[in-house]
């Protein structure tokens, strides 16, 4: 068996739908039956309170109908409550069913609900010659969860990394190259680990930032130097190419570090979009999409205004016949739908370009490239702030390295690892420090609504306790522990479930949670919000927790008990080595 098993959730919507059907009229028949988890029972039925009004009805006879008409063969049992909740129980049976049938199958019975689904991920996207800092840390892992995720959904997932690597800028750092080779071997001398090379060619901008600033003669051969790098002098072309080598080289050496999954085959530029703008922009303008404002070409939308009360164009040419950030975009969209022939785009940038995204799909849509059959999302998120919920900045005012904060946690995760007692020989302790280090990163990222800012404090989030992702990993490893202290190897087959064992409270549910892996990863995958996932893990981490306290697994008796219990340690252990997975977290073996 592959995949697709379907949860009790599922199963007992079904049955609740089938109840209506027969007991209720047509125009009724159809609606949602609204089963969730519940508090009371297992699961809940609230059709009858929302369809009581359109039928004209007191809802609790409606729930008395839809009751009376449940399948018996169904095994479920039913409870009327409050003003016509249904309450619904299944059987110990079932459960245990479920159990037996998600350890059996390798994808823990999850489907493939996004088969045949074209979906691009733009997301990490860098400056090149410049170093990633604290701000792609979202986009970054963010994008790379999704993208796993949705792959394992069943998507096919393109990655895009739509690096800054074209733009007036680089006539400023070309000439200075040109100018002071020397700065170039600094550069190389300076290569040493991942963090070298960007470094150096920081270093870089800031020199030919600060000349530019001060010397009008060098901003004007500058400004020269954009006009070749445009018209493809040679010279000028090969210097840029070695700058976004030397870039992209640097970024990959942090992608590895990060356990990223985007490699050089991934990257498409902004200036990979170059031959396509002159194009664009004549069929914007024959479209009459685009219209000549003050000598620009201009996109204009209604009910956008600036603080002024004048409308806001998307700026598709300057009037120095130039091209922008926007136009590169419009240029992208229209490639990733007719080129790449995806049917969901997402977008993984931060707040600040709502506006700039609303703009070009509302273009695009116009012109007839976006249409409804394709879903283009801005998967828009929060700042990441630093001590006291301020703007995360050096003491100097400077952005935050991404690979001073990353070091930082992995060392963090180091010392508290050291607090307990383990068997970890030196080298299993640096690798496993980086795991929980970089893990502490990802899930602190991840586990916060994306909408919502977030503070970055590393002592929290390398905690052993609370919601973090050392915490989940340490959950894994306990399992893990567990399993192998079992005779024979036996904690690496999957146990023999006996459907007619006996089940406490504390089993129950955690083997009810453990069903509701699959429903989560098709919520995520519709929402685009990974902190739901990391929700559910901890809840089943939680969860794990309180039926190991309450009940024994290597002593239990007789031998059916202790194999259910052997047979949820295993379904739980993997269950979280698997959502951590898909968030891009690794899972010691031991910590
Ligand atoms: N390089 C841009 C930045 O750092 C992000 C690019 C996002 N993707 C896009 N298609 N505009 O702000």
Not at 78 to 101: C, H, K
Not at 183 to 199: F, Q, V
Not at 257 to 263: A, C, E, R, S
Request: charged letters at 25%; glycine letters at 8%.
């Amino acid at each position: 068996m592959a995949g697709d098993v379907r949860s009790l959730e599922e199963s007992t919507t079904d049955a609740v739908a089938e109840a209506m059907g027969r007991a209720l009229p047509a125009e009724l028949a159809g609606a949602d039956p609204l089963v969730r988890r519940s508090e009371h029972a297992d699961f809940q039925a609230n059709a009858a309170l929302s369809l009581a009004k359109k039928a004209g009805r007191k809802p609790r006879e409606l729930a008395e109908e839809i009751a009376a008409a449940l399948d018996p063969e169904a095994g479920l049992g039913v409870e009327l409550s409050g003003p016509g909740f249904l309450n619904l129980t299944v059987t110990d049976r079932a459960v245990w069913r479920q159990v037996a049938a998600r350890l059996a199958d390798a994808r823990l019975g999850v489907g493939t609900p996004r088969l045949g689904q074209r979906t691009v991920i733009d997301y990490s996207a860098p400056n090149i010659a410049k170093e990633m800092h604290v701000g792609h840390l979202r986009t970054t892992t963010i994008g790379d969860a999704l993208g796993r995720l949705l792959e394992h959904v069943g998507a096919e997932v393109i990655r895009q990394n739509h690096l800054g690597d074209w733009g007036t800028q680089f006539g400023m750092l070309i000439q200075y190259l040109d100018e002071h080779p020397e700065a170039k071997w600094r550069a190389r001398d300076l290569e040493e680990g991942a963090s070298g090379t960007t470094s150096a060619l920081d270093g870089l901008y800031k020199l030919a930032r600060a000349r530019f600033d001060a010397e009008p003669e060098f901003a004007e051969r500058a400004r020269r130097r954009v006009v070749a790098l445009q018209a493809g002098d040679e010279p000028t072309l090969a210097l840029w190419h070695e700058l976004v080598e030397e870039s992209e080289k640097a970024f990959q050496a942090v992608y590895d570090y990060l356990g990223i999954q985007l490699t050089p085959a991934d990257s498409a530029g902004e200036s990979s979009y170059n031959r396509y703008l002159a194009d664009v922009t004549a069929e914007l303008e024959r479209a009459g999409v685009a219209v000549d404002s003050d000598g620009a070409l201009c996109v204009f939308f209604d009910g956008i205004t600036g603080p002024d009360g004048n409308p806001v164009p998307l700026i598709v040419r300057k009037s120095d016949g130039g091209y922008g950030y926007g136009t590169t975009d419009l240029a992208t969209i229209r490639y990733r739908i007719q080129e790449l022939k995806a049917t969901r785009i997402l977008y993984v940038v931060g707040a600040p370009q709502t506006l700039h995204f609303r703009m070009i799909f509302d273009t695009a849509r116009r012109m007839g490239w976006l249409t409804d059959d394709v879903e283009a999302v801005h998967v828009s998120f929060g700042s990441v702030l630093g001590p006291g919920g301020r703007p995360f900045k050096t003491r100097a005012g400077a952005s935050v390295r991404m690979l001073d904060l990353l070091e930082e946690a992995v060392a963090k995760a180091r010392a508290e690892i050291e607090t307990k007692p383990h068997t970890l020989n030196p080298d299993e302790l640096a690798t496993v420090a980086r795991q929980a280090g970089i893990g502490a990163v990802k899930y602190a990222e991840l586990s916060t609504s994306r909408t919502k800012d977030y503070t970055f404090d590393p002592e929290r989030m390398v905690s052993f306790n609370g919601n973090t992702g050392v915490y989940l990993q340490y959950a894994h490893t306990r399992i893990r522990s567990i399993l192998r202290k079992l005779p024979d190897d036996a904690g690496d087959t999957p146990a023999t479930v006996s459907a007619d064992a006996p089940m406490e409270p504390a089993e129950r549910a955690l083997a009810l949670l453990t069903d509701q892996f699959a429903p989560i990863l098709t919520e995520v995958a519709d929402t685009l919000e990974p902190h739901r996932l990391c929700g559910y893990l901890f809840s089943l981490a939680k969860a794990f927790t309180e039926f190991y306290e309450s009940c024994p697994v290597l002593t239990a008796e007789p031998e059916q008990v202790r194999a259910n219990r052997v047979a949820l340690c295993q379904l739980t252990g993997a269950t979280l080595a698997e959502g951590l997975r898909l968030l891009g977290i690794e899972t010691p073996e031991r910590m």
